[in-house]
């Protein structure tokens, strides 16, 4: 089996030779609190002092079965209710502000309004998606969720793609994040956003759309050079029936769209569907090559070494492209608590802001985070382009640094801080407080020369004498400090 | 660490060698020409027409029938139009792009595109900005040339994009290029303090890490850029005193700024400004005329400003938009996506004048117009002949300059 090797640009590998003898065996040493925060940094959306303490006091087993085993969500918040345009329509025709046959500048202004309407609810979603992000009891569900919108990518606000469809969309990703990939793939496949963002919902057997056919190889499951432009043709063709009903927003296949000649796809011939384009993808090794490359690339670390894919590939074969299984090994593995793996991932602008809140014990986000999330270069169901974002290095500019440690002051010297809670508890001697901000929030990932010039900021070195750790100044101080913090190096890795 | 070697990077003497007219457009670039400056002292100002400007009634061909056959409601009428011959000429809210032509320093590159167009915005954009039709590449044509350019390791300013958000032709594997809207937003909100500012400085250096990542090292530097860029920008522009009429519009302020960076010494070889929404679906004409007065009163208001400090001969402009719109109006007196459209490229460094030919009215691409000139081909023209680097390995491919730089 030849695995293409594609070596991205700002995706960088740990220092350091593998040892794929002992990488996916289970993990046997030591567990403490770094470790805990570690598994929760990857397997979720970071977690609270407190989770963390729980986590650790746990073993590893403890803490990984906690995680693969979804506790209820039923108790979360419902998402928002999303803009309806036909409601919208039926409101204006009763208002009299249209008529039944609108002339060009009602259809303006029917335009526009249902531009707003969905551009509003775009924001309340993303806004209940991270909420949900910072408040589930089961982060690895919702951090696979994510994994998902970014491999299977649909983008909102063009090609007619509603947010009632991302939605729909976020929930497909939601129920199967520990399930079977290719079972994944193929409701992807026929999922109302994907099939209109990809253009398979304008295919028919007279004009076959080659859009989605092609993205379904090159970047959901196979990867570049895995299979030849005939293929992209012919899966195209086994593609064709599929159409979004217009009244229903829901897919639908329509017998007489399909084309049903024989066509030849990967070295198989047969009247294939688009349900037979699945399987015989992944029947091919490079599938699971390529969803393990993909799956070590979010979860282990960038650019893993052609054995390591090669060893979770057998794993994802094995289990039939089960999920479960697969992430539970990752999970425990002996690779996954090295020292190549740990902080060897570049925090997304997403985890980096949810991170915070859960950090600093805060629960709900608001407008001024998912601003600050623009500046970081990522906004929810609205992914650059289809191969989703780039990830590693690429995250990094001047420009998005500044967002982010922006966001961190502007969120440290906001009124919630008090209702985090653990602002009070930081102890009003220097030295203590900065051993304990950095054990907190960095798990001692600095050096005794930073704790040292942290107590010497808390104590109001480079101010007046006023500027010493007080009563007065208690509040501004340990927000300062703990600002300073989370600037610190450590904190931009997951 | 483990990163990919750019291929220029470690194969630039022997590119340089099996292809002699890369050495002779090099050396051109290197060797001021009469009255211009040396490839080091050049500046290259790219501006991005967002949305989709509509190129037949920017270069209006008002020689040509069809044009108000297809356009009755929109077209523009011939009288109004600012006649370069008698078959083409400026949409009249132009009229100051216009006398940049008549002095010699702007060129009209006609009909351009690329095979197999795209007519998403999302997507068009991004081949206009990574210059990779056929694949989803992440780093910019902009990017890759401030990558392979060895310019100043240190220096923090190569490159510049005005704008909220880095946009894609300049995100780059090794150069960090700072987004600066505007200069009073540009900065840590925990320097005002300057206890946190030094506590900041010494904490992002902090070398001791009880633990290795492949990533510390990027970290470090770009949190320390962060602090420094903010910082230096400020102290690099003051004092200037700008000497051109800039409308009071969003690239009149994006180009006085660019102006001001370019005669600091900031040594910035690429700045990237932006203007729209050219996206003109409904009513066209309010739109599109608005637009493109802003454009080029501020672009006469910006080489003003150059040539006021010596500056205007270093400097070659740019623009581009994601593609052109169809030829005929719709419903709505307005035009939708489409395919070929017009650029300028305008300064010191320009022969003026029409290049490429202009696209047949007759002969479409189901009602858009076919391109003419490949838009690598004007990229490839800018790297070359302006900014002297060879444009095969940052375009991907080998593109023939044309002769308006």
């Known amino acids: 089996m030849a695995i293409a090797h594609t070596d991205v640009a700002g995706m960088d590998r740990p220092a350091g030779r593998l040892d794929i003898g002992s990488a996916l065996r289970e993990y046997t040493g030591p567990w403490n609190v770094r470790l805990a925060a570690h598994l929760l940094r990857r397997a979720g959306f970071g977690g609270t002092p407190a989770d963390i303490e729980r986590a650790a006091s746990h073993s590893m087993n403890g803490a990984v079965d906690a995680l693969v085993h979804f506790p209820s969500t039923d108790a979360l918040p419902q998402p928002p209710q999303l803009f309806d345009p036909r409601a919208m329509l039926r409101d204006m025709l009763f208002a009299g502000q249209i008529s039944l046959k609108p002339d060009d500048t009602q259809k303006r202004e029917i335009g526009k309004q249902i531009r707003q309407g969905e551009r509003r609810s775009l924001i309340d979603l993303q806004r209940w998606w991270l909420n949900r992000m910072i408040q589930t009891p089961a982060p690895l569900q919702e951090k696979l969720t994510l994994y998902f919108h970014g491999h299977f990518t649909t983008a909102a606000i063009q090609k007619g793609v509603t947010p009632q469809m991302l939605l729909n969309q976020n929930r497909l990703f939601r129920t199967n994040a520990l399930g079977n990939l290719r079972e994944l793939t193929w409701q992807v496949s026929i999922d109302p956003g994907m099939m209109l963002y990809l253009d398979n919902a304008r295919s028919d057997a007279a004009h076959p759309n080659e859009n989605y056919a092609r993205e379904l190889m090159e970047l959901f499951t196979l990867g570049v050079d895995q299979y030849a432009e005939k293929d992209v043709r012919e899966s195209a063709r086994a593609w064709t029936g599929w159409i979004v009903a217009r009244r229903t927003g829901k897919s639908q296949f329509v017998a007489s769209r399909h084309d049903n000649g024989s066509k030849t796809f990967l070295g198989e011939t047969g009247n294939w569907s688009g349900r037979d384009v699945v399987d015989i993808i992944y029947k091919q090794p490079a599938s699971a090559a390529f969803w393990a490359t993909s799956l070590l690339n979010f979860f282990l670390y960038n650019d893993p070494e052609p054995e390591l894919v090669s060893a979770v590939a057998s794993l994802l074969r094995k289990n039939d492209y089960n999920l479960a299984p697969v992430m539970s090994t990752l999970l425990r593995s002996t690779i996954f608590y090295s020292p190549r793996a740990y902080r060897a991932l570049v925090k997304s602008p997403v985890e980096f802001v949810t991170g915070t809140y859960k950090a600093l014990g805060l629960t709900q986000l608001d407008e001024r985070a998912q601003r600050a999330l623009v500046q970081m270069g990522q906004i929810l169901f609205y992914p650059p382009n289809v191969a989703g974002w780039p990830g590693g290095a690429n995250w990094l500019t001047s420009q998005t640094m500044i967002a982010r440690q922006n966001f961190l002051a502007g969120l440290v010297n906001s009124p919630e801080m008090e209702q985090g809670g653990w602002m009070q508890d930081v102890p009003m001697k220097a030295a203590q407080a900065s051993s304990d901000l950095i054990a907190t929030i960095l798990q001692d990932d600095a050096s005794a020369t930073a704790r040292a010039q942290l107590a010497s900021y808390l104590n109001g070195s480079g101010t007046s004498a006023l500027g010493m750790l007080s009563a007065e100044n208690y509040q501004e101080r340990v927000r300062g400090a703990a600002y300073l913090t989370m600037a610190m190096p450590a904190y931009q890795l997951a | ?405």
């Open chain 2, 1 to 405: 660490m483990h990163r990919k070697q750019f291929l220029l990077g470690s194969l630039g003497g022997i590119v340089m060698v099996a292809n002699t007219q890369h050495v002779f457009a090099r050396a051109l670039a290197d060797t001021p020409l009469p009255g211009l400056p040396g490839a080091a002292d050049r500046c290259l100002v790219v501006v991005n027409l967002q949305g989709g400007n509509d190129g037949l009634n920017c270069i209006v061909p008002h020689g040509d029938a069809q044009y108000y056959q297809l356009r009755p409601s929109i077209a523009v009428p011939r009288g109004d139009v600012l006649g370069i011959d008698n078959h083409i000429g400026f949409n009249p809210a132009m009229r100051s792009m216009k006398a940049l032509y008549d002095k010699g320093m702007l060129a009209v590159v006609q009909g351009v595109g690329y095979p197999d167009p795209d007519h998403s915005h999302f997507r068009s954009t991004e081949i206009w900005q990574t210059a990779v039709p056929a694949k989803y590449e992440h780093t910019g044509w902009l990017g890759r040339y401030l990558d392979e350019a060895a310019l100043p390791k240190d220096n923090l300013f190569n490159g510049v994009a005005i704008a909220q958000v880095l946009p894609e032709a300049l995100v780059a594997e090794r150069t960090d290029v700072p987004a600066i809207a505007q200069v009073n937003g540009y900065g840590l909100l925990s320097d005002r303090q300057s206890d946190s500012r030094s506590a900041y400085r010494k904490l992002v250096g902090d070398d001791r890490l009880p633990f290795d990542s492949p990533y510390l090292a990027h970290v470090a530097q770009i949190e320390d850029h962060a602090q420094k860029g903010s910082e230096e920008l400020p102290k690099l522009i003051a004092g200037y005193k700008p000497a051109g009429a800039y409308p009071a519009t969003p690239l009149g302020r994006s180009l006085s700024l660019a102006a001001q960076i370019i005669a600091s010494k900031a040594g910035t070889r690429v700045l990237y400004v932006q203007h729209g929404s050219f996206d003109t679906h409904i009513n066209q004409k309010a739109t599109q005329d608005r637009l493109l007065g802003e454009l080029a009163d501020a672009m006469k208001a910006f080489y003003d400003d150059l040539e006021a400090h010596g500056n205007d001969k270093r400097v070659l402009t740019m623009t581009f938009s994601e593609f052109g719109r169809r030829i005929a109006e719709n419903a709505s007196r307005g035009t939708d996506h489409g395919e070929a459209s017009p650029l300028f490229l305008a300064g010191g460094g320009v022969k003026g004048g029409v290049y490429g030919a202009y696209p047949d009215l007759g002969d479409t691409n189901q009602g858009n117009l076919r391109f003419g000139t490949d838009f690598r081909s004007v990229y490839a023209t800018v790297l070359e002949r302006w900014l002297g680097r060879p444009s095969e390995g940052i375009l991907q491919g080998k593109f023939p300059t044309i002769a308006a730089v």
